[in-house]
Nanobody, 119 residues
């Protein structure tokens, strides 16, 4: 059974940093690209960052380039999102899913983790 468990969200001031984690199970993690998405009320879920299966390739939405870094540890079946220089517009629920740039396990979204950037 596929499980994706996101954690690390919090309330942080503008300019602050957070590190999100996504623990995956139920599939062969090391063979899948992984991506982070975010969603705010009334809007569609959007791709934030993606990483290839071995971690050699990454992709970011323009609004987070230079501020966010996606990484993975295939020994721990975990993908990370380091978020620096956070802005109020980064406020959202963040999700991970298998797949590079598009979600492959759309029936298995996790609960997400809330990131709130506010002073």
């Amino acid at each position: 059974q596929v499980q994706l468990v996101e954690s690390g969200g919090d309330l942080v001031q503008p300019g602050g940093s957070l590190r999100l984690s996504c623990a995956a199970s139920g599939f062969t993690f090391r063979t899948y690209g992984m991506s982070w998405y975010r969603q705010t009320p009334g809007k569609e879920r959007e791709l934030v960052a993606a990483i290839s299966s071995a971690g050699r390739n990454t992709n970011y939405v323009d609004s987070v380039k230079g501020r966010f870094t996606i990484s993975r540890d295939n020994t721990k079946n975990t993908v990370y999102l380091q978020m620096n220089s956070l802005k109020p517009e980064d406020t959202a629920v963040y999700y991970c899913n298998a797949g590079y740039n598009s979600p492959l396990m759309t029936d298995n979204w996790g609960q997400g983790t809330q990131v709130t950037v506010a002073s």
